[in-house]
């Protein structure tokens, strides 16, 4: 009967404790629910976060609700419901409207609150949002990623912050719930400066597995052997492994789309021209895709730049 009697005492202690955890844990709105915010979405509910979202032009999704999301009317409520709030839209106008427009987040602000903004957008435009959402009593994170479809599926993203130390402490639970290498770089700014970065060497790193994919394919060796090959060596990367098959077995569908790398190598061609330096090959390679987006492939996944190669070339890799 002691025996009996320490051990509910214990299971009481622990429910007790697990009780206590799970209140220290923040409510979290998130905004930007598309191809990379549902997952990570769904990552924080499976976790045990309360997470409060609205219908972002597009309805929250129904496996998100069914694991308990909330969702409220407008911007600006999400953040009056929510501790931290996450922003994951597509580009820095975006962002834009989704924090100062009517109703938006920041009227929605009160002092201790964070906003973490994991979108891709303007290094520049970024600090200028961190210093008017400051300003209120807030604080903000940029947050972007890498990783694509793939890691936001499988909580395995690169998470690149800008912003200060204490807030990046605060933030990193969550951030530890969607990705593996999370890296505080600096003041605001610089996580989005490192994504810039990020996407010049994933765009030429592109270009070159596509070059040497229509190369060798044209000379008449299997592709995929080749690839199979490449793997082996120096010239392996994630991107031969990956976006390699995807040009071999011809499946174009978006994990990141072409017209969303446009507007990225167009950040770095933009703090290129604002820094006084040269990027020649971040800039060839913006032609490529441009091409695609004339060829009706904007929307297709940016692995189909090969197809700009291709018709250079005369030829198809198959």
Request: net charge neutral; glycine share 10%.
């Amino acid at each position: 009967m002691v025996q009996g009697f320490w051990q509910e005492r214990q299971r009481g202690r622990l429910s007790r404790v697990d009780k206590q955890e799970k209140k220290k844990m923040e409510k979290i709105g998130f905004i930007g629910l598309g191809i990379m915010g549902a997952p990570m979405a769904g990552h924080l509910l499976d976790a045990g976060y309360e997470v409060v979202t609205t219908d972002h032009f597009i309805a929250a999704p129904a496996e998100l609700k069914a694991k308990s999301l909330k969702v409220v009317k407008g911007n600006d409520a999400v953040a009056k419901a929510a501790d931290i709030v996450i922003l994951m839209v597509p580009d820095t106008p975006q962002v834009q409207e989704v924090l100062f427009a009517e109703n938006g987040v920041a009227s929605g602000l009160s002092k201790g609150k964070l906003v973490i903004d994991m979108s891709s957008i303007s290094p520049i435009f970024t600090k200028e949002f961190a210093t008017r959402i400051k300003a209120l009593g807030a604080d903000y994170l940029d947050a972007p990623v890498s990783g694509g479809e793939v890691g936001a599926k499988a909580a395995s993203l690169a998470i690149m912050v800008g912003g200060e130390e204490a807030s990046f402490e605060r933030a990193k639970p969550i951030f530890e719930k969607l990705g593996k290498n999370i890296t505080l770089v600096g003041p605001n700014g610089s996580g989005q400066t490192t994504k810039v970065a990020n996407q010049i060497i994933v765009a030429l790193t592109i270009e070159a597995v596509a070059e040497a994919l229509v190369f060798a394919s044209k000379a008449g060796a299997d592709p995929a052997k080749v690839r199979q090959a490449l793997m082996g060596g120096l010239a392996n990367s994630r991107i031969l492994e990956v976006h390699g098959d995807r040009m071999v077995k011809r499946t174009f569908e978006p994990g990141f789309r072409i017209e969303l790398h446009q507007k990225d190598l167009n950040l770095a061609l933009e703090g290129a021209r604002s820094l006084g330096i040269a990027l020649p090959n971040t800039s060839t390679t913006q032609q490529l895709f441009n091409s695609c987006a004339a060829h009706g492939g904007a929307k297709e996944d940016h692995s189909a730049l090969v197809r700009a190669l291709e018709r250079m070339a005369g030829h198809e890799v198959a």
